[in-house]
């Protein structure tokens, strides 16, 4: 089975970057989309950014132009790169990944921007 491990959320003050994590292991040969999605309290879950094998990115218009994904093939792992973090940023994130026909979701990393 695959199992995703996040890391790299923490409480920051606005303005900070944040550089989040997520390393699939397990029976894995591709991974399809490489993705990151968001959860505030009381609020719907949202896509934040994906990214295909092909590198096609795709970004909510409320993150575009300050975060970033990437993806390492060779450790089967995908980055959330946040800068000029806003309160409005505060959220569990959650890593997904797709691999042939199957949905895998990390248990999320908590993202709070406050003063």
């Known amino acids: 089975q695959v199992q995703l491990v996040e890391s790299g959320g923490g409480l920051v003050q606005p303005g900070v970057s944040l550089r989040l994590s997520c390393a699939a292991s397990?029976?894995?040969?591709?991974?399809?989309?490489m993705g990151w999605y968001r959860q505030a309290p009381g609020k719907q879950r949202e896509l934040v950014a994906t990214?295909?094998?092909?590198?096609?990115?795709n970004y909510a218009d409320s993150v575009k132009g300050r975060f970033t994904i990437s993806r390492d093939n060779a450790k089967n792992t995908v980055y959330l790169q946040m800068s000029s973090l806003k309160p409005e940023d505060t959220a569990d994130y959650l890593c997904?990944?797709?691999?042939?026909?199957?949905?895998?979701w990390g248990q999320g990393t908590q993202v709070s921007v406050s003063t």
């Open positions: 997904n990944m797709r691999i042939f026909a199957d949905d895998y």
């Open positions: 397990g029976s894995i040969f591709r991974i399809n989309v």
């Open positions: 990214m295909s094998t092909s590198g096609n990115t």
